[in-house]
């Protein structure tokens, strides 16, 4: 029993060692359904037709920004794929992240030095995964609660720290252009 807590079971963190993932700063986010299954519609002509559940994420991506005013949020593009979500989020300067607040480009929403808060073990809130973590739970209860029982996400997501303005422009080009480019995308999945 003791074997596991020698580190042989534990799936290590996709999340950046050392960075606070509740500080001011440009996130690339990409969330993928369980099994990248296609549940939000189709690709038609390089454009997203989103169905019913897919016209939920689009609207519950928006309510979190009304809901989580006191985080000084700004959405970036984004864009609802048939298996998958792509996201770019600004978490500015609040109440939850003065106390760790590393001297910042205010422009660019980027440090200017590096951020050495450890990351904290436990329940996570007012960051990055607290604000995935609520918009992934709004979906899936509209699913469940509207006869998509077969609805879930994959359980992790997958997170970019955007740390320049140019990488910012060429992700936000990206989720643009997805769409666009969904044949040659790596979620692209024929679904069977």
């Known amino acids: 029993m003791s074997e596991k807590y020698k580190n042989k079971y534990r799936i290590k963190s996709a999340r950046m060692p050392n960075w606070d993932y509740g500080s001011n700063g440009m996130y690339f986010i ?3 359904t369980q099994n990248r299954e296609h549940l939000f519609g189709d690709v038609i002509g390089g454009k997203m037709q989103l169905n019913e559940i897919g016209k939920i994420v689009k ?4 309510k979190t920004f009304e809901l989580r005013i006191d985080m000084n949020l700004q959405m970036g593009e984004f864009v609802v794929m048939p298996n998958h979500f792509h996201a770019i989020i600004i978490i500015g300067n609040n109440e939850y992240n003065t106390e760790t607040q590393q001297r910042r480009d205010a422009m660019h929403c980027v ?8 990351n904290k073990f436990g329940p996570q809130s007012k960051n990055l995964a607290s604000i995935v973590r609520g918009f ?44 666009e480019n969904w044949n040659t995308d790596k979620f692209y999945k024929i679904e069977e």
């Open 30 to 32: 990409t969330i993928c």
């Open 111 to 118: 440090s200017t030095q590096k951020n050495t808060t450890k």
């Open 59 to 62: 609207i519950e991506w928006l």
């Open 136 to 179: 992934k739970s709004a979906v899936t209860t509209y699913a469940r609660k509207n006869g998509f029982t077969d609805f879930g996400w994959q359980s992790r997501f997958h997170d970019h720290i955007i740390r320049n303005e140019k990488s910012f422009h060429t992700i936000s080009q990206y989720i643009i252009n997805n769409p």
